[in-house]
């Protein structure tokens, strides 16, 4: 079992930063392939970013490369995202998930996820 605490979202405005926490559960963090959705009203949840375990590589979808970056501390048992020149369309409730089945880019892979943080990008 890992249970999962986001924190750290908010109201921005566009072309702003902000960074984005889960705080895991458990002994086996490390273990575990880290993932960042993102959902808005009325659409699909859809994939932020994804480190794997060990060794730690990182995925990004498309319209947050080169702007997002997702980050691991094992020590603290706690997943990152680094949100910089965001946009309006970024506006979404962001959840970190979980998963043992490696690497997994669909949110119905992953088994574990925390309860969402709003992120609000004002333009």
């Known amino acids: 079992q890992v249970q999962l605490v986001e924190s750290g979202g908010g109201l921005v405005q566009a072309g702003g930063s902000l960074r984005l926490s889960c705080a895991a559960s458990?002994?086996?963090?490390?273990?575990?392939?880290m993932g960042w959705f993102r959902q808005v009203p009325g659409k699909e949840r859809e994939f932020v970013a994804i480190i794997n375990g060990s060794p730690s590589n990182t995925y990004y979808a498309d319209s947050v490369k080169g702007r997002f970056t997702v980050s691991r501390d094992n020590a603290k048992n706690t997943l990152y995202l680094q949100m910089n020149s965001v946009k309006p369309e970024d506006t979404a409730v962001y959840s970190c998930?979980?998963?043992?089945?490696?690497?997994?880019?669909?949110?119905?892979?992953?088994?574990?996820w925390g309860q969402g943080t709003q992120v609000t990008v004002s333009s």
């Open positions: 458990g002994r086996t963090f490390s273990t575990y392939t």
């Open positions: 998930a979980a998963t043992a089945r490696g690497l997994r880019f669909a949110p119905a892979h992953y088994d574990y």
